[in-house]
């Protein structure tokens, strides 16, 4: 009897790790993506860029045209900052990367 007390808390055990304490799924973080050249027209061209990203939520693009940027969220499991600006810069809409430097971390 006290082999099968044992397995049945070793499988609720297992269970409840295996529910709760699971990898991570996703990680959805926000970017600001900087055009300096950004028009009107050029929206379109940024969508189709990344409608092909799972990754990217296409629901969340906030387009500031006075500071030439767009705003959204992506899964950082999926895809990463440097992949979506080059996926928009390979389009022939200039973005602006961030500089590299020793005391932060890689972007």
Sequence with gaps: MNK??????????????FLFCGCRREDIREMTVTMPSLTEAQK???V???????GVRKDSYV?????????LKY?????????????IDEKGV???FPEKTDDRAGH
């Design 63 to 71: 387009w500031d045209m006075q500071a030439k940027t767009l705003t």
């Design 44 to 46: 379109e061209t940024v």
């Design 94 to 96: 200039k973005v602006a």
């Design 4 to 17: 099968t007390i044992f397995h049945t808390f070793s499988l609720l055990l297992f269970t409840f790790s």
């Design 75 to 87: 899964d950082s499991m999926q895809i990463a900052q440097a992949n979506i600006r080059y996926a």
């Design 48 to 54: 189709a860029a990344l409608a092909k990203y799972s």
